[in-house]
C-alpha cells in the first residue's frame, strides 16, 4: 500500500527537474562533438525525465487520495530504458569523436535501432506471455540499470581523459546513490522513509547535473 504525504509528492519533481538539467547539458555537449547524434541524444534528454515526470505525477495522485492512474507509474522505466540506452549510445560515439580529434563519422542506425527495440520487445512479450507477473518491468528495471552504468562509464572515461577530477566523482556517486534507492525502498514504508529516499535522490540527480555541467564545458571547448 502506497501512502505518501502531499509535500514528498511534490519534493519528487525537483529531481526530475535536476535530472533534466543535467542531461540537457549532455546532450548540448553530444550534439558539439557529434552533431549527427544531436537529435538522438536531445530526444534521449527528453525520455529520462518525461519518465520520473510520469512517475512523480502519479505519486501526487495517489498523495491526494484519488484513483491512482497505472500508466503513469509505469512509464517510468518504459521511457527511462530506451532514454539511457539512447544517451549512452550518443556519448560513447561523442566521446570518440572528441578523444581522436576527428570528423564524426555517421553512426550506425540499425545498431541503435536494435538496440532500442530488443529491451521493450521481451518486455511486451514478458507482459503477453506472463500478464500476471512484473517480469516485464524487471526487464525494464534491468535494462535501464545496465544503460544507466553504461553512460555514468562513458563518463567518468570522459572525464579521465579530460583530466578532470572532481566530476568524475560527481557521476560515481550518482550511480552509487541510484543504486542505494533501490535498497531503501524496501525500507518499511512511511514519512521518515519518503523523505530519506527524496534527500537521496536530490543529491543523486545534483551530483548528476554538476558533473554534466563540467564535462560539457570542457566539450565545448575545442579541440
Not at 50 to 61: D, P, R
Not at 125 to 131: D, G, I, K, S, T
Not at 177 to 191: D, K, M, N, V
Request: contains cysteine.
Amino acid at each position: 500500500m502506497h501512502n505518501y504525504s502531499v509535500a514528498v509528492a511534490i519534493f519528487d519533481f525537483i529531481p526530475v527537474l535536476i535530472s533534466a538539467l543535467g542531461l540537457h547539458f549532455l546532450a548540448r555537449a553530444i550534439a558539439f562533438r557529434h552533431p549527427p547524434l544531436a537529435g538522438v541524444a536531445r530526444a534521449a534528454a527528453l525520455l529520462i525525465p518525461f519518465g520520473g515526470f510520469c512517475k512523480a505525477s502519479w505519486k501526487l495522485i495517489v498523495a491526494t487520495q484519488a484513483q491512482p492512474i497505472d500508466w503513469l507509474e509505469n512509464m517510468l522505466f518504459i521511457a527511462m530504458a530506451p532514454g539511457f540506452i539512447a544517451m549512452s549510445f550518443s556519448l560513447f560515439h561523442a566521446r570518440r569523436a572528441w578523444r581522436e580529434s576527428a570528423t564524426p563519422t555517421r553512426y550506425s542506425s540499425t545498431r541503435l535501432l536494435l538496440w532500442l527495440a530488443l529491451p521493450l520487445l521481451v518486455a511486451v512479450a514478458a507482459a503477453v506471455l506472463r500478464p500476471e507477473s512484473r517480469l516485464w518491468f524487471f526487464c525494464l528495471l534491468g535494462t535501464t540499470t545496465i544503460a544507466n552504468a553504461a553512460l555514468i562509464t562513458h563518463a567518468i572515461a570522459a572525464c579521465r581523459w579530460a583530466g578532470l577530477g572532481w566530476p568524475v566523482a560527481c557521476f560515481a556517486y550518482n550511480f552509487v546513490a541510484t543504486l542505494a534507492l533501490s535498497g531503501l525502498s524496501r525500507l518499511p514504508a512511511g514519512e521518515a522513509t519518503a523523505w530519506i529516499q527524496e534527500t537521496v535522490n536530490v543529491s543523486a540527480q545534483a551530483a548528476l547535473a554538476l558533473g554534466a555541467w563540467r564535462l560539457s564545458r570542457r566539450m565545448l571547448v575545442n579541440p
